[in-house]
């Protein structure tokens, strides 16, 4: 998951606007004409995938966002979600206007690929009170080689914070198995989607578990429970470790 607490530049001659970290720096805001970026290096290929919450209290002309490789505006790369000015890719231009969270899933490299070494956030609204904005969360840029639209199996993914150089966990079926010795160590399903993530361990008693988002922070922590509840959790890809006597065991799940 990209990491959103970093500096944010103004780009092109657009930018008028500001933005703002909210909720723990897990959430940017940008409004007022802002058109900024954050830097970011990724190889465009043909299964690069962007991911990502958004939501707008007031629309202005233009929302979207893109994987840039320059600092000059380009309809033709540029993602259009929201807005009332016809510029940009538009086949994901469906925001409902409601002020609620909306997961978009943009299959970039069907409309272009090559080098970014940006991503670009856009609350264009430079006529009339200026005043649109545009909030993002959860954005992920991954490679989507099976095309099912989420970040799993062998897939590869870029995370800020850290940066993943091995394969996520392989999913087998609906389960991810973990093993330490002799231990099995289970969770399913997987990914999650009603909010109920059941934990499997056979022949040891876990103590504690603990659960990290791909930040590397601490998003619930408690006793060990064989069904944890995870419907507060944004979707996205987590960490689960789980503390057996002095060993510790982890598995990555993803929350849809």
Known sequence: MVDLDTDYNSFATQDNGED????????LRIRNNAWKFIDFDYSVTSNAVIQFDFRSTIQGEIHGITLESDNTLSSNISFKVHGT?????????NYPNNGQWVTYTID???FYTGTADRILFIADHDSGPSSGDSFFRNVTVFEDANSNGVCDGQESSRFDGFTETTPLAPIQGNV????????????????????????????AEAQDLTIYNMLGQVVKQGSFENVVD???LNAGVYLLEITVGDDKMNKRFIKQ
Do not use: C, R
């Not at 703002?20 to 959430?27: P, R, S």
């Not at 160590?185 to 989607?193: D, G, L, M, Q």
């Open 176 to 203: 991810a198995v973990d093993e330490i010795g002799s231990l099995d160590f289970e969770i399913f399903p997987n990914p999650v989607i009603k909010g109920a993530l059941s934990i499997s361990l056979i022949g």
């Open 20 to 27: 703002a970290l909210l909720n723990g720096n897990t959430e």
């Open 85 to 93: 000015q016809n510029w940009g890719i538009q086949d994901f231009d």
């Open 230 to 232: 995870v419907s507060q």
């Open 108 to 110: 970039v490299g069907n």
